[in-house]
């Protein structure tokens, strides 16, 4: 082994190496809390990361770059497993009727301090792909709509809507989960 | 999807005319997460600041999107993950 070879190797441990909770949290949650699959993803995405290192300037956001190597690899396995799109699908999924049930039961949202974490990243982990998809980007990893847009290749309205919707149902969950806490009636 | 205020944004509508309540609650997320260009805004923080009816339900939209996003994805590795990541880097050293 080259001694620029191993240095290159420790620099890019020291530097890169720090965000791999980072990683794994964000792998989570887009392959809906698949541990493996989650596990498999870093992986990858280091590699790339580490293959590509020589193009990373040092000084720039690591973590931002790996994170993005990330979302990209992702997205890219995520289309080939769904080699034949299935749009009709997921439109299909229903409105909950308590969508806005939440709001009704609880306008100030005391909700909010009370439910556990972990029920809310279940809910999340739990909706179907291409609405769970969108809440990781934008809401946990604060992306725009038009780049959820240019990694999910789908238009900006369709962004709006799977927002709208996933965020809806993750209202009934939570509507749901209030009432068996008995905090809401 | 039959309550008013269920609808997905469908942002058809350009800003500057005032808006009624309908027309607010359907762009309460592209308001929230700042995605309606000036005029758009304006006209629905004009239409909250008289309409009581639907502060409350874009502030409820605010704490539910803050509370989520406060959630964040970082989550703990489990310790084999890393030794297997410093064997692969190891290995493409080589
Ligand atoms: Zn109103």
Known sequence: MSVPAEQRRREFESEALVHLDALYGLALRLSGGDEPRAEDLVQEAVLKAYRAWDRFEVGTNCRAWLMTILRNTFINEFRRRKARPTPVEFEQVAERPSSEALYEADPEGRIFDHIIDDQVIAAIDGLPDEFRIAVVLSDLEGLSYQEVAELMEIPVGTVKSRLFRARKRLQAQLYDYAVEMGYLR | ?94
């Open chain 2, 1 to 94: 999807m039959s309550e008013s205020g269920t609808h997905p944004p469908d942002g058809s509508q350009s800003g500057g005319q005032e808006l009624n309540c309908e027309e607010s609650l359907a762009r309460v997320y592209e308001y929230l997460d700042g995605e309606l260009d000036t005029g758009e805004h304006d006209a629905v923080r004009l239409h909250l600041e008289k309409c009581r009816r639907c502060y409350p339900h874009f502030d409820f939209e605010r704490l539910f999107l803050d509370y989520v996003h406060e959630l964040g994805s970082e989550q703990e590795a489990r310790p084999g993950l890393k030794d297997r990541v410093l064997e692969m880097l190891e290995a493409e050293t080589r």
